[in-house]
């Protein structure tokens, strides 16, 4: 009995708007995809509709899952277009390739998000139970790796690597009790914007204090810098969020109290 080699793939044919379906995406993405030259239609149909292949609907999900692995487009480009310039066989093996380390990643990731989820569960028993959990036990699963390029680029490799020192050397005792510590102050802090408590007020510095002490741990700013770091808090919306979480305003909040710590303590 011969061997049976893969099945020849079906001239099939979908438009924008299926596509656009079939992926979660929009039409107008699409159309970018193509004005950008990562992601050619096929053809176009009566009335100029564009048609996309297998190969096509193959060539998005590679883009999609790079998008969601965080890699921007220019990128994405680069990576497709080497492809391409390989030759078929050699870009189908490439694809491949890359198809398998995206499947790692996304498994990893996927393990990730589950350490997470235990967390929260965990989170939720100790809540329901009244049981305190430990305060390494609350951070478990998490990874800030993701920020390490690019605080690179933004304060060099040389203060990153001591920030990452000091927080090693610290240990897991000492970065539970440290960010127990920073949830205090945030605890602390919100109370204080909740009850309208003004930001020069000596509650809210002798807070502002203990925040300071926790940065000084990984980094020793100054007037200038400590300023400049409650500026992010507010410019950035993932510091936003952090603070935020505590109380609406409470980044706000605290930065206007850092600069009034920075210009009455620091140099």
Same mark, same amino acid.
């Given at each position: ?169 610290? &240990? ?7 960010? /127990?510590?920073?949830? =205090? *102050?945030?605890?602390?802090? @919100?109370?204080? %914007? #909740? ?32 300023? &400049? ?7 950035? /919306?993932?510091?936003? =969020? *952090?603070?935020?979480?505590? @109380?609406?305003? %409470? #980044? ?16």
């Amino acid at each position: 009995m011969p061997g049976r080699g893969p099945r020849p793939e079906r001239d099939e044919t979908w438009t924008i708007d299926e596509v656009a379906r079939l992926s979660g995406t929009t039409s107008r993405a699409l159309r970018h995809y193509d004005a950008i030259g990562v992601l050619a239609p096929r053809g176009t149909a009566a009335g100029g509709r564009r048609l996309y292949g297998r190969a096509e609907l193959v060539r998005l999900q590679q883009i999609l899952v790079l998008r969601e692995l965080g890699v921007d487009l220019a990128t994405i480009g680069d990576v497709l277009r080497a492809e391409d310039a390989a030759g078929p066989e050699a870009a189908r093996r490439a694809r491949l390739d890359l198809l398998r380390e995206h499947r790692e990643r996304l498994l990893a990731e996927s393990d990730r998000f589950a350490r997470l989820a235990a967390t929260v569960t965990s989170t939720l028993e100790s809540l329901e139970g009244g049981s305190p959990m430990e305060a390494r036990d609350l951070y478990a699963g998490f990874d800030n790796s993701q920020y390490d390029a690019e605080a690179r680029e933004r304060w060099g490799d040389a203060a990153v690597d001591r920030s990452n020192d000091s927080w090693t050397r610290l &240990g897991e005792d000492g970065q539970a009790r440290h960010l /127990a510590e920073q949830d =205090a *102050v945030s605890r602390g802090l @919100a109370e204080c %914007l #909740a009850a309208g408590v003004p930001v020069d007020d000596d509650r809210v510095q002798a807070l502002v204090a203990r925040h300071y002490a926790g940065i000084c741990v990984s980094w020793t700013p100054g007037r200038e810098s400590y300023a &400049g770091l409650g500026d992010m808090y507010v410019e950035d /919306a993932r510091f936003t =969020a *952090v603070y935020d979480k505590y @109380a609406p305003g %409470l #980044a706000v909040y605290l930065r206007d109290a850092m600069r009034v710590y920075a210009q009455a303590v620091l140099r």
